[in-house]
């Protein structure tokens, strides 16, 4: 194979990266952030070491740093640009 397939290791990876970036940012540490959103420490730990990220716990830490709303855009632009239909 010529070109190196993107893998979901990869993407969690930089999703953690990304969220490590934004709470340094905001100069808190993972305990202060979990605290804010109401998880734990590990759970934020595990998140920006891009192991068992789950959409819920993506989803909180988007809104706490007003990620929210340019997720949603890019999946909206995503189903516009490809005609995805709804099956309901």
């Known amino acids: 194979m010529l070109f190196e397939t993107l ?5 969690k990876t930089n999703t953690g990266e990304l969220v490590k ?3 340094k940012q905001q100069n808190l540490s ?4 979990a605290e804010l959103l109401g998880l734990s420490r590990l759970t934020i730990q595990n998140l920006e070491s891009g192991k068992n ?3 819920d716990t993506l989803l909180k830490v988007f809104q706490y ?8 855009q890019f999946i ?3 189903i516009e640009n490809n005609n995805y239909k709804s099956l309901y």
């Open 65 to 72: 740093f007003d990620c929210l709303e340019k997720f949603d």
């Open 21 to 23: 970036v934004m709470r």
């Open 30 to 33: 993972q305990d202060q952030l």
């Open 76 to 78: 909206k632009q995503e």
């Open 7 to 11: 893998k979901i290791k990869d993407v």
């Open 53 to 55: 990220i789950t959409i």
